[in-house]
């Protein structure tokens, strides 16, 4: 079967897109319908069906939810760096990460958790551990940990492997290099265990009701991924990060995003960063 014979009407896109839109909270626009078309063609071919109407049909069925999985995986953009946009991660060693040092010489320290929400092959994730491991000197007598999560479970891979190519280590320094990754295979870095011990990955549909959390979060990141998502969709989603974090707890949100529109209860503290109110 040619990929390229296969065509999608406006009728199966409509479709298509409002399950994902269901599933996973993604608003799929008109002018990406061809970019649609030739990711899912590709999973056409693996199942053996000849049309996208008889894949939705193939996708509703209890017995193939292993395949929404993939359709997911098929359709995310997973565009990500080390350190991407900087200003957060300076903000991290400049307030909160000194605020930790002084509620941990203070005996209040407690359990430090970090949830990164849309952690894509694992930069993030790795930068943020980077971060505190470099300037949270006493991180290693704490009960510290981040949560990297996403949809698609590709990239989930890639990030619990934590293997880079030369290409994608851009925004990290020699000494950074030196100190949290060694040699792999085909010269690869990875990522030391003496960082990883610190990372758990799982797989987060952020449209889920309930979040697998048993502690409150210190901190969350969640950037780049609201654009995606209709206004409604946003204001509930922020509300749930509102009722995991902390008292006092931040939201980290993308360069581009920001919450004007919607309904919340945090507190502004600089462009696409915001605060729960200590109680």
Request: proline fraction near 3%; hydrophobic fraction near 35%.
């Amino acid at each position: 079967m040619d990929l390229l014979e296969v065509e999608l009407t406006d009728s199966e896109f409509r479709n298509l897109s409002s399950l994902i839109h269901e599933r996973c909270g993604i608003n799929i626009q008109e002018h990406k319908k061809s970019l649609i078309k030739g990711r899912l063609a590709k999973r056409l071919k693996v199942l053996g069906l000849k049309k996208f109407k008889e894949y939705y049909e193939y996708i509703l069925k209890p017995a193939n939810s292993e395949e929404l999985v993939q359709m997911i995986d098929a359709v995310s953009t997973n565009v990500t760096h080390f350190f991407r946009e900087q200003a957060h991660f300076d903000f991290l060693r400049d307030y909160i990460i000194p605020d930790m040092i002084k509620r941990s010489k203070e005996g209040q320290a407690g359990k430090l958790r970090v949830w990164c929400a849309a952690s894509s092959s694992g930069e993030e994730p790795y930068s943020l551990a980077m971060t505190f491991l470099e300037h949270f000197n006493g991180i290693q007598g704490e009960d510290f940990m981040i949560l990297g999560s996403d949809i698609s479970t590709r990239v989930l891979k890639a990030a619990q492997d934590g293997v880079y190519t030369e290409d994608k280590l851009g925004g990290v320094s020699k000494s950074q290099r030196l100190k949290y990754f060694e040699n792999g295979s085909q010269g690869q870095s990875k990522v030391k265990d003496s960082v990883k011990k610190y990372l758990v990955f799982k797989r987060i549909n952020l449209m889920d009701n309930e979040f697998p959390f048993r502690n409150p979060l210190d901190v969350i990141f969640c950037r780049n991924v609201m654009i995606y998502f209709d206004k409604s969709t946003q204001q509930t989603l922020v509300q749930k990060f509102h009722n995991h974090l902390k008292p006092g707890g931040y939201l980290f949100l993308g360069h581009s995003e920001g919450l004007t529109g919607v309904k919340h209860k945090f507190s502004y503290v600089q462009p696409s960063v915001y605060r729960k109110d200590a109680s």
